[in-house]
């Protein structure tokens, strides 16, 4: 089955900087929209960033808008999220995720987060 393997989590000073990874296998990576989302506990998942099958168009959630950027480097099969100018609010479980249709909705794969701590 398809799998999504996300890294690069971990702690970090507000603002500073982390790079996420997600490597995916079994799927024709470059017929897929990837996106990031996030979640806190308690609380709904949330869309963060998007990217289209080549990478020539993306999409942010105002809340990360010019501090994140997610690209793709489709012949390794991996999404990445730069995430600069980092802040406590950011503090969540972040997943990647693969689907046919975008840029917000309609994912159907998903991997299994990475934790990112941001500390004031």
């Known amino acids: 089955q398809v799998q999504l393997v996300e890294s690069g989590g971990g702690l970090v000073q507000a603002g500073g900087s982390l790079r996420l990874s997600c490597a995916a296998s079994r799927l024709t990576f470059s017929s897929y929209f990837m996106g990031w989302f996030r979640q806190t506990p308690g609380k709904e998942r949330e869309f963060v960033a998007a990217?289209?099958?080549?990478?020539?168009?993306?999409y942010y959630a105002d809340s990360v808008k010019g501090r994140f950027t997610i690209s793709r480097d489709n012949a390794k099969n991996t999404v990445y999220l730069q995430m600069n100018s980092l802040e406590p609010e950011d503090t969540a479980v972040y997943y990647c995720?693969?689907?046919?249709?975008?840029?917000?909705?309609?994912?159907?794969?998903w991997g299994q987060g990475t934790q990112v701590t941001v500390s004031s």
């Open positions: 990217i289209s099958r080549y990478g020539g168009s993306t």
């Open positions: 995720a693969a689907g046919l249709k975008g840029p917000t909705s309609g994912y159907y794969y």
